[in-house]
């Protein structure tokens, strides 16, 4: 239903095209990753993989599960919610290496948060956290890379702004653009394996941000 949703959502809120390597898969079982840049970005990612006959379920900030409605959904649901530094932060990878077993695939954002910027130009992914690393080396599971690109043309900077985005995104219906890479084999080094993950997500993110013309992209 939230895939579904969010497909409706993005359509009335800007124009998504979608491309993907030759050699891309979202085998069931998969870890997909996604640079992270917006409020709108999961809906952006969820709606691409949709169309890509691809469901996941979702690693979210669990502030998420809270809100009315929605929280019901995501539990409903199955998405998983991360409590961030706490002490059931671990339980996060307690489901999301359950949810692969049962062969779903995972959304994971591996930055952890939004960057701490008020424009809505595009930008390289930022450093990755551990989680990724350690639901990998505990499930084997293949990590699939995805970049997205446009979300933060919906809705970015402070709270005001953010508003005023979203109210006048169906109005200015801004380009979208995620792209799909292929999977990838990561080292048995942690470090080495949370590198080669960000780096192939910031590959899939060059390309979907080299398509609207992003100057960020488009320099590198």
Do not use: C
């Amino acid at each position: 239903m939230l895939s579904h949703l969010a497909d409706a959502l993005v359509l009335a809120f800007g124009r998504l095209t979608v491309t993907a390597d030759a050699d891309a898969e979202l085998a069931p079982g998969s870890i997909v990753v996604a640079n992270h840049t917006s409020l709108a970005d999961p809906a952006v990612v969820l709606a691409a993989l949709h169309r890509l006959g691809a469901r996941p379920v979702v690693m979210a900030t669990a502030g998420l599960w809270r809100v009315p409605v929605l929280g019901g959904a995501l539990a409903r649901e199955g998405h998983i919610p991360v409590h961030r530094g706490g002490p059931s932060a671990a339980d996060a990878l307690d489901g999301a290496a359950e949810a692969l077993g049962r062969g779903r695939l995972v959304l994971i954002y591996a930055e952890g948060g939004l960057p701490h910027r008020t424009d809505a130009a595009e930008t390289a992914p930022g450093a990755f956290r551990s989680g990724l690393s350690r639901l990998v080396r505990r499930t084997g599971a293949p990590v699939v890379p995805v970049g997205q690109a446009g979300a933060r043309r919906v809705t970015s900077g402070r709270t005001a702004k953010q508003l005023a985005g979203l109210f006048t995104a169906p109005l200015r219906r801004p380009e979208l653009h995620v792209h799909v890479g292929a999977p990838v084999a990561l080292t048995p080094d942690g470090a080495l394996r949370t590198e080669r993950a960000r780096t192939a997500v910031t590959a899939a993110w060059r390309t979907a941000a080299g398509r609207l013309g992003e100057p960020a992209a488009l320099a590198a």
